[in-house]
């Protein structure tokens, strides 16, 4: 599967924002039948990051997946890469 297809957009509040910092975690909304292994491929390929590990949820906005990266990887690197600054 093609990564775009998987990741539609970031999820950016301020509980996110707190995620970022605290947790080295980005929120993303995908695609509602991607499996975690699928997100994390997608997110690794296009970022060029190591995930440690990812974690699901479904909203009445979608499926959100919280991305914690590994200590190596900055979330607030990834952030200003895809411009949630």
């Known amino acids: 599967m093609d990564p775009y297809d998987i990741l539609y957009h970031p999820f950016v509040t301020e509980k ?3 995620l970022m910092e ?3 975690a980005l929120e993303f909304v995908v ?3 991607a499996n975690k292994k699928q997100i994390k491929e997608a997110i690794e390929k296009m970022f060029e990051v190591e995930v440690k590990y990812v ?3 479904i909203t009445k906005n979608g499926k ?3 991305i914690t990266f590994t200590p190596d990887f900055k979330a607030e690197d990834i952030g200003m890469r895809i411009g949630i600054f």
């Open 16 to 18: 996110t924002m707190n």
């Open 55 to 57: 974690n699901t949820k």
């Open 22 to 24: 605290k947790k080295n």
């Open 31 to 33: 695609k509602r039948r």
């Open 64 to 66: 959100h997946a919280i």
